[in-house]
């Protein structure tokens, strides 16, 4: 197995005064331009929205339709700075306002309703459908391969107990104040487009970001992808797994006494990349 480490010391863009990200510094989100939003909705194709609501029927005079809700469900996600009724004023001043509302909007209480009644369903649906899409559009190669960067996010749920139940709160004797669901990402890293997406548990036996790897996004992963990872993938059997797939992968090492030993070393680069040659262990 070969794997690949970056041995310079110059800082990520993370790193970067410029390029911080402004939500681990605890910083809010700058408003962003209804243009953009605009923009955002644009970009996920009409027809794809509709194939998903299909056999859906509207109720009579009602002023929130799925294709509206649906709508609001993906601006949700864009405007999270917002709430929910403040995003649906935002979104009817770029569709139109529907003629049900007569001069008047739903009430909190409907939007929760319309919301339920959609369902995760065409939300995963869509999303499926996208992804698939625009991976055959997009042709973004290294050397014949697509590049593709495996990293995990945590999302926090509504403090319910079913939430709880299912996903779990981080911390200890002061657990934290919401449910928290663990998501593994698969990123073009030239598009930045998801290519795919599997979600867990936050705490538990196999809520790990390898655990939903090994399990869950595997079969998702295209042969003719360079797969990138960092430290937290770097374990034996999972790139075991990818190998007997023939997906080539480049994965930080980790450090520290009780890790093996690599075997060879060559520097591809002067200064940057070391290609790092492991032995495979008997009991693979």
Known sequence: MSLGVRTNTRPSLSDRPECSAPHRQGLRRAPVPQKRLNVFLDAIPQHLQASVLEGRRERQGGK??????LKLVLAMA????????????????????????????????SITAARDRLGWEPVRALFR???????????????????AALDGVAFRTPDSPENEAAF?????????????????????????QVRAATFGPYKG?????LSLARD???????????????????????????????????????????????????????????????PVPNSL
Not at 83 to 108: D, F, Y
Not at 133 to 140: G, P, T
Not at 205 to 209: I, P, R
Not at 238 to 261: A, D, H, M, Q, Y
């Open 78 to 109: 864009f405007r999270a700075d917002r709430g929910i009724p403040a995003v649906l004023r935002e979104l009817v001043e770029i569709l139109g306002e529907p003629k049900s509302w007569k001069g008047k909007a739903p009430e909190p209480s």
């Open 129 to 147: 459908a996208h992804a698939e899409e625009a991976d055959e559009v997009e042709q973004h190669v290294w050397r014949g391969l697509r590049v």
């Open 168 to 192: 779990g709160r981080p911390g200890g004797t002061k657990p934290a104040g919401f449910p928290v669901m663990r998501g593994l990402l698969l990123v073009d890293v030239f598009s930045h």
């Open 216 to 278: 869950h996004m595997l079969d998702q992963i295209p042969t003719q992808t360079l797969l990138v990872m960092d430290r937290g993938f770097c374990a034996y059997k999972w790139l075991e797994s990818l190998s007997k797939r023939k997906i080539p992968f480049v994965v930080r090492l980790k450090t520290g006494k009780n890790t093996v030993k690599p075997k060879t070393r060559q520097v591809l680069v002067r200064g940057k990349d070391t290609l790092v040659v492991f």
């Open 205 to 209: 036996t196999g809520s790990g970001e």
């Open 64 to 69: 929130l339709p799925p294709p509206l809700v």
